[in-house]
């Protein structure tokens, strides 16, 4: 490819020949400085013959350019960053902004590996941080328009920053005309760059400036080895209102231009992937090679390059005349990658793939700026330390693990080990993996198993703006850094924090911002469990330690220094008893798994008594009932992307000619003839005190859409069970039934079924339930039961209009049956906009998830809750009356339920209680699925050691089970 004129920093050299009148004194000029430079260059590894440097040479008329090129081509970032070097106002200040002070705060500056507090005030001027700390009156008293803000003495942050996000990319609420992740070309695509895909128009920004994000690497897809150039972006809209003007410090390559050659070159950032995703090009082996051949390419050219500026610069201008500046635009990214004037972005997850790169790295001599995903980079610190140039940054999820083979080690304690081992640690969102607005909730959950609060806050700011070489402007706060600042409600380790301002470049983002939490309490950090013996064992373990119970404890076991007892009730749930603010702990004493006592110590117990029984003190925890958790395919399938762990794919009756051995029209299926007991997640989720789940054959994700419309009859099982066949481990093999109402996925092909309209659906939806089956069928045999309310009816759907449709048939089969069907939605994104239709019609609703994101057209109009409205679907829901019960979507998330909810009640103010909250993840799912008062007193009950259910300080260490006679301890 011809690549005239461009070169590898972004330098334009004219290729106009300078009118013949000007020539003679050009060829002086140039002739005067090659000379100087022949006196003073040292003359490289060339070989030439000794009798030609003393040849008269043939100088070019563009000399000069090409040895300012060359002399360039020494420059690295780094090189020429003098970058802190104090700016008066931003490159990114928009004229009419005002200057604010923000005082009485508790800063957390990000400096000193996060260490670095300093209570005091803040100046934003000019788009950047002008003084911080305890700033003189006479510094703001004449300035005008100041907004001053009282911070009441809350926390303050830099804006978070996200290394690895799509936003822009994949724009919210997805359409077809939006996908611009990855490129079907090839594995090697350095020459594409993610601006060229940015779209301006996507819900995620507002979204993600509402959880305190106002930065973000936007990095190409991993479906490609080298996947195309990235960019840092700050997410607040501008007043130019183009991709360009969001780019933080846009490279010079980018419109192949350097304004000042004296100004600091700028960082590059380029995505590279490797592992299963590139499986479409072949093995591990193939994507191997096409790294090392495009690198050999870029080398090439580095060479050539090198080699004719040696040549230039030795003044042996006859050795390139008529030669051009070797250069090539499709390489020119990674030739730039050599120099060291690119920030990587590796996705890597496995030993053998960060390996592979680290071998690579060293190879051709490049360094690794981050590896992202990287589930067993906590196991191979050693592989790391290795990367040229040093070791990577690691950038994880906190507890998104197992979706895949390479993320089958992944573990919690990953950035704990991780820390250990001095690499740095960066929590990402992977947007719209994760939903990028609550990339600090990755904070809060990583600080939970471990990492220590200063690094779990500098995972989501300062260690990813060093990453990204931007440390010198955002991730942090300091004089003349970004004025980006968060001032959060409260401290942002705490669940449910929320920004109560935040500024980009010093501009004001939110206008309906609530004021300070007043409980003094959340202002803290809060304090976690210790998990040094799970995560020695982890490590050991090689990322797959053994989950089953420690101990199993049958007879008399004494709990002391409990705080809170909760029970089932035969409605709900309820405080059996707690202890009163300075009151000590009390005392519970569980025979075979059942309480028997509760109360004072003295009063429950017998010296005798205590010599026979286990003893555990639970630190101030609590007991409760077991969670339920439905939604994700819990004990279905293992490793979502691996169907050889699953059930596979159920057959579409749509699309699909059912086998004749089913003779059956929708081939209704039931999910507890493939229940699998002892899976990771299961077991997970058992030690995370979820220790029921009903599941269903319905499986879905934001990229795919549903895999079946009709998914049969769920199940409801005990996730602790060791088989299908154990006491109790089976709580009722036919549930509910379940079908999906849903529009064509936007990304068609990558949609799994072939599209059938809405319409459709619902006829047929329609007819199932208007008897149209022979009753010796499945089919007709349980929608006949639906029709009746003899099981509930369960239906996944966002979409508020649908949900419209949905009611209005419910009515109808009921006046034509003369009966009342249980009708659930699950989902329900939209479902607050019929809040008060939907208890009308006594439908109940699995909230999944609970906080909701716009993803589809169907959820277009997900209410975001506080800090942008000040209600939540969840609240209006339960406030018309709704048994409405929290969901999740993937088998990962079960056994964060109770942050889940914490998170649900948390955003409403505390306008929820405590018993709601609980029963949005026991008794409300049973309501749901017609299972009330099956666990009663025999339910499980789990023990918390350190906090109550809803408390980060808190952690399971137990379950108590009536059905199995015993407790188990982990
Ligand atoms: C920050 O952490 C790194 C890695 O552990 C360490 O080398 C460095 O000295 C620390 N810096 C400060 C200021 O604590
Ligand atoms: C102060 O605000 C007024 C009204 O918006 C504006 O006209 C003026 O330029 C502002 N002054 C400065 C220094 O920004
Ligand atoms: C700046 O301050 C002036 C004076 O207080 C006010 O009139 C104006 O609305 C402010 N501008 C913005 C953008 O907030």
Same mark, same amino acid.
């Given at each position: ?20 009148? %000007? ?108 003084? +911080?700390?305890? *700033? ?33 990319? $994949? ?37 993600? *400036? ?31 209102? @183009? ?38 090009? /072949? ?37 390139? &005349? ?48 981050? =590896? ?45 080990? %991780?820390?250990?081992?001095? *690499? ?16 600090? &909730? ?19 700011? @300062? ?29 942002? $380790? ?110 429950? %117990? ?8 286990? @003893? ?22 293992? +490793? ?21 051995? %089913? ?66 481990? *089976? ?19 990558? /949609? ?30 349980? =929608? ?62 699995? $909230? ?6 716009? /993803? ?11 800090? $942008? ?29 109770? =942050? ?34 099956? =666990? ?7 023990? &918390? ?12 260490? /137990? ?12």
């Amino acid at each position: 490819m011809s690549t005239k004129g461009l070169l590898p920093d972004g330098y334009v050299h004219s290729r106009r020949r300078p009118s013949s009148l %000007l020539r003679p004194v050009l060829l002086t000029t140039c002739f005067l400085i090659v000379s100087l430079t022949l006196l003073s260059t040292n003359y490289y590894a060339i070989t030439v013959h000794r009798q030609e440097s003393r040849r008269l040479q043939q100088i070019p008329i563009n000399a000069q350019q090409i040895l300012q090129q060359c002399s360039s081509l020494r420059e690295t970032p780094s090189s020429t960053s003098s970058l802190t070097r104090l700016r008066e106002v931003s490159d990114r200040f928009e004229p009419g902004t005002n200057a604010t002070l923000i005082q009485n705060a508790r800063i957390w500056t990000g400096r000193e590996n996060g260490t670095h507090v300093v209570e005091g005030d803040v100046l934003l001027d000019g788009g950047i941080i002008k003084e +911080i700390g305890h *700033i003189p009156q006479d510094l703001w008293v004449d300035a005008e328009n100041l907004t001053i803000v009282d911070a009441n003495g809350a926390w303050i942050t830099p804006g978070l920053v996200d290394l690895h996000s799509h936003v822009g990319l $994949l724009s919210a609420p997805f359409t077809r005309g939006t996908f611009d992740v990855n490129s079907p070309n090839g594995p090697i695509l350095p020459w594409l760059r993610s601006i060229d895909g940015f779209n301006t128009h996507d819900e995620s920004f507002t979204l993600a *400036i509402a959880g305190g994000v106002t930065s973000a690497q936007v990095l190409p897809g991993s479906g490609n080895a080298i996947g195309g150039q990235a960019f840092m972006m700050k997410l607040r809209k501008t007043s130019e209102r @183009s991709p360009t003007s969001m780019i933080l410090e846009p490279p010079h390559s980018l419109n192949g231009s350097r304004p000042d050659p004296d100004a600091p070159l700028r960082w590059r950032h380029l995505k590279q992937a490797c592992g299963e995703n590139l499986k479409k090009f /072949g093995t591990r082996m193939d994507a191997m090679w096409s790294f090392r051949w495009a690198y050999s390419q870029a080398r090439k050219i580095q060479h050539a390059q090198d080699m004719f500026c040696a040549r230039a610069e030795a003044g042996f201008w006859n050795d390139i &005349y008529g030669q051009e500046f070797p250069e090539d635009l499709q390489w020119e990214a990674l030739v730039d990658v050599l120099r060291g004037r690119v920030k990587i972005s590796n996705h890597c997850y496995e030993a053998v793939d960060l390996d592979d790169i680290v071998r690579l790295s060293n190879e051709f001599g490049f360094h690794i700026a981050s =590896f992202h995903h990287a589930s067993e980079a906590w196991l191979v610190p050693g592989v790391l330390n290795r990367t040229f140039g040093g070791p990577p940054a690691v950038a994880v999820f906190a507890t998104n693990h197992r979706y895949k083979r390479e993320s089958y080690r992944g573990s919690e304690f990953a950035t704990k080990v %991780l820390a250990e081992n001095g *690499i740095p640690v960066v929590l990402k969102s992977d947007h719209p993996v994760l939903n990028s607005r609550y990339l600090l &909730y990755e904070a809060q959950q990583a600080h939970y198993y471990g990492l220590d609060r200063h690094l779990a806050l500098a995972a989501v700011t @300062s260690t990813p703006a060093k990453a990204a070489g931007m440390e010198h402007r955002i991730g942090v706060l300091r004089k003349g850094a970004d004025a980006d600042v968060v001032l959060w409600d409260v401290h942002p $380790l705490q669940l449910g924090a929320k920004p109560h301002q935040v500024w980009i470049d010093g501009i004001p983002q939110l206008t309906t911002a609530k004021p300070k939490d007043e409980d003094e309490e959340r202002q803290e950090a809060p304090s976690v469990p210790n998990w040094d013996k799970e995560r020695k064992t982890a490590v050991a373990w090689e990322g797959l330690p053994p989950l089953s119970p420690r101990r199993i404890k049958k007879g008399k076991v004494v709990l002391k220094n409990v705080r809170e007892v909760w029970v089932r009730e035969e409605h709900g749930i309820k405080e059996r008893w707690s202890a009163r603010p300075g009151q000590e702990g009390g005392t519970v004493v569980l025979n075979d798994g059942l309480i028997s006592c509760v109360g004072r110590e003295g009063w429950c %117990l017998s010296g005798e008594d205590e010599q026979f029984a286990l @003893s555990i003190d639970l630190h101030g925890g609590s007991i409760g009932p077991g969670i339920v958790t439905y939604g994700s395919r819990l004990g279905l399938e293992e +490793i979502d992307s691996e169907m050889s762990t699953g059930d596979g794919i159920i057959l579409d009756p749509y699309s699909e000619e059912i086998p004749k051995i %089913l003779s059956d029209t929708a081939g209704l299926v039931r999910a507890a003839d493939a229940l699998q007991f002892g899976t990771r997640n299961t077991q997970i989720a058992y030690r995370a005190g979820v220790t029921y789940a009903t599941t269903s054959l319905s499986k879905s994700s934001l990229f795919t859409g549903p895999y079946s419309l009709i998914s049969g009859l769920s199940v409801t099982f005990r996730t602790g069970a060791n088989h299908g066949l154990e006491h109790g481990a *089976i709580v009722n093999p036919a549930t509910a039934l379940h079908v999906a109402l849903v529009r064509p996925h936007p990304f068609g092909s990558g /949609g799994v079924l072939p599209p059938v309209s809405v319409s459709t659906q619902v006829a047929a939806l329609r007819r199932l339930l208007l008897n149209a089956e022979n009753h010796d069928t499945e089919t007709g045999k349980w =929608f006949k039961r639906a029709a009746e309310g003899i099981i509930p009816l369960v239906v996944d759907v966002h979409s508020a209009d649908m949900m419209a449709t949905l009611i209005q048939l419910k009515a109808d089969i009921e006046e034509w049956r003369g009966s009342r069907m249980q009708l659930v939605f699950s989902g329900a994104t939209e479902a607050y906009i019929l809040a008060k239709q939907i208890a009308k019609a006594n439908v109940g609703v699995l $909230l999944t998830p609970a906080r909701s994101f716009p /993803g589809t057209w169907d959820q277009r109009r997900a209410l975001p809750g506080p800090p $942008l409205t000040d209600a939540t679907a969840l609240e209006i829901l339960l406030q018309h009356g709704v048994t409405v019960a929290i969901g999740v979507d993937e088998n990962h998330q079960p056994a964060h339920t109770r =942050f889940e909810a914490a998170w649900a009640a948390l955003n409403t103010n505390g306008r929820i209680s405590r018993q709601k909250t609980y029963e949005l993840i026991t008794t409300n799912v049973e309501k749901l699925f017609g299972i009330e008062g099956w =666990f009663g007193e025999e339910g499980d009950l789990v023990l &918390y050691d350190g906090g109550s259910v809803f408390d980060l300080s808190s952690k399971v260490v /137990g379950v108590a089970s009536p059905k199995k006679n015993a407790v188990e301890l982990f």
